[in-house]
């Protein structure tokens, strides 16, 4: 959870965006670099890939991660 987005500094209010760490503008700017087309991005998730959320989430509920 975050206050300010990770990207502009701005002050984050919408849950989403607190929850994800960047406001609509600037999260727009990044998926769109790497793709272009929002319908892309279903296809290019990777059936059961670890999202950098879920690596988060397990380090707040006290878990460590192995990086090897």
Do not use: V
């Amino acid at each position: 959870m975050y206050s300010k987005c990770q990207k502009c500094g701005r002050k984050l209010t919408d849950p989403e965006s607190i929850e994800r760490g960047y406001g609509p503008e600037c999260w727009n700017g990044l998926t769109t670099h790497y793709y272009p087309h929002p319908e892309d991005w279903e296809k290019h998730k990777i059936p059961g890939q670890m999202t950098i959320e879920d690596f988060l989430g397990d380090l707040k509920d006290g878990g460590e991660k192995d990086m090897s």
